[in-house]
């Protein structure tokens, strides 16, 4: 087995972490990369997809970029599909990326948008 980076560790305990916390919750995933940000809300009980935004999405691709601003526009915005698709509590998974800067600004986003976590 090869061994695993510290990235990689963090985000096996993190996800663990929440595994046993969750219960039914779908949990708020999220990826950032270095010019974009994606935001999935997944159901791990059914296997599936919720609600789901990103950088990348047709509205919004090319006029934003990796910043804290267009984090916080993604945060909204999943928040407003997940309220949509009848989901309100999730558990917050930060994927092993710390939880300041464009991670934290999603988060709060999401937060005023009408998601609790």
Do not use: C, N, W
Not at 96 to 117: T, Y
């Amino acid at each position: 087995m090869a061994k695993l980076s510290l990235f990689e560790r963090r985000r096996r305990r993190v996800r663990t972490a929440l595994k046993a916390v969750s219960g039914t919750r779908p949990r708020l995933s999220i990826h950032r990369s270095g010019r974009h940000i994606y935001a999935q809300i997944i159901d791990d009980a059914v296997g599936t997809t919720v609600a789901a935004a990103s950088t990348l999405d047709k509205d919004v691709r090319g006029k934003t970029g990796a910043t804290s601003q267009a984090a916080a526009d993604v945060g909204k915005r999943v928040a407003a599909a997940a309220t949509a698709a009848g989901v309100t509590r999730v558990v917050f998974d930060r994927g092993g990326f710390l939880f300041h800067g464009r991670v934290k600004a999603l988060a709060d986003a999401a937060r005023e948008g009408g998601l609790e976590f």
